[in-house]
């Protein structure tokens, strides 16, 4: 979905701004890869070590959530772009990565880490592509 965005925004004209959120979207998505895998913290289980995730996991791995990042660094890249915008794009970010902890395939801590990454990314992107 994010990626979709970010094309979305390319073919609508928005070729700067769209470009931005790929570019936040991918360095916040490498960080998040090769967080998971030298943190290696697993997904929230039972006392059984059963995981408690109400839909599909794509990996083992809970730190960082890849779907706050990916929702933080396009909706940041946004915001940074178009003020106005941040009181929609930011809030949804937070829900997306609020369901993370309601779907209880991550721990709050690992959606913070997540966002943050994601929001780095979007000031990353507005640093080398936005200005």
Same mark, same amino acid.
């Given at each position: 979905?994010?990626?979709?965005?970010?094309?979305?925004?390319?073919?609508?004209?928005?070729?700067?701004?769209?470009?931005?959120?790929?570019?936040?979207?991918?360095?916040?998505?490498?960080?998040?890869?090769?967080?998971?895998?030298?943190?290696?913290?697993?997904?929230?289980?039972?006392?059984? !070590?059963?995981?408690?995730?109400?839909?599909? =996991?794509?990996? +083992?791995?809970?730190f %960082?959530?890849?779907?706050?990042? #990916? $929702? /933080?660094?396009?909706? !940041?890249?946004?915001?940074?772009?178009?003020? =106005?915008?941040? +009181?929609?794009?930011? %809030?949804?970010?937070?829900l997306? #990565? $609020? /369901?993370?902890?309601t779907?209880?395939?991550?721990?709050?801590?690992?959606?913070?880490?997540?966002?943050?990454?994601?929001?780095?990314?979007?000031?990353? $992107?507005?640093?080398?592509?936005?200005?």
């Amino acid at each position: 979905m994010t990626i979709g965005v970010g094309l979305g925004l390319v073919a609508a004209g928005e070729q700067l701004l769209g470009l931005a959120a790929l570019f936040a979207l991918t360095t916040s998505h490498v960080a998040v890869q090769v967080l998971k895998r030298a943190v290696a913290r697993p997904r929230p289980c039972d006392a059984n !070590g059963r995981p408690l995730a109400l839909v599909d =996991l794509p990996d +083992p791995f809970s730190f %960082p959530s890849g779907h706050a990042a #990916a $929702a /933080s660094a396009v909706g !940041g890249t946004i915001a940074i772009a178009h003020p =106005l915008l941040a +009181p929609l794009v930011l %809030p949804l970010a937070a829900l997306i #990565a $609020a /369901s993370r902890v309601t779907l209880r395939v991550h721990h709050v801590g690992d959606v913070v880490g997540g966002a943050v990454l994601g929001l780095l990314g979007a000031v990353g $992107a507005a640093l080398v592509v936005l200005h």
